[in-house]
């Protein structure tokens, strides 16, 4: 089993920063690719960037620029810097892990999730 926790969410104002950290633990050997999405009330989850384990990172349009993605493949950490943070941000984040190998180097069928931060940007 694999197990994330996300940190960092809180209260920002508007034009401020927030990091988010994400660790998983359990029996990992490896993961292809981790990501964080975010849900506000009322709408569908969403992406808002992703980076495989060779570092190439995806984002939505929206956070192009004001967000980046790292991760430590050998800690199994991912981060996710915001900066220039706006109101439309405000939502709860999400990590997630995909394509896991575990200690006997076997693909996990599933994906991983965390429970999720709070995000949010006051005005």
């Known amino acids: 089993q694999v197990q994330l926790v996300e940190s960092g969410g809180g209260l920002v104002q508007a034009g401020g920063s927030l990091s988010l950290s994400c660790a998983a633990s359990?029996?990992?050997?490896?993961?292809?690719?981790m990501g964080w999405y975010r849900q506000d009330q009322g709408k569908q989850r969403e992406l808002v960037a992703t980076?495989?384990?060779?570092?190439?990172?995806n984002y939505a349009d929206s956070v192009k620029g004001r967000f980046t993605i790292s991760r430590d493949n050998a800690k199994n950490t991912v981060l996710l810097q915001m900066n220039s943070l706006k109101p439309e941000d405000t939502a709860v984040y999400y990590c997630?892990?995909?394509?896991?190998?575990?200690?006997?180097?076997?693909?996990?069928?599933?994906?991983?999730w965390g429970r999720g931060t709070q995000v949010t940007v006051s005005s």
């Open positions: 980076i495989t384990s060779d570092n190439s990172a």
């Open positions: 997630r892990a995909a394509g896991v190998r575990d200690s006997r180097r076997i693909w996990q069928v599933n994906d991983y």
């Open positions: 359990g029996s990992i050997f490896s993961i292809k690719a």
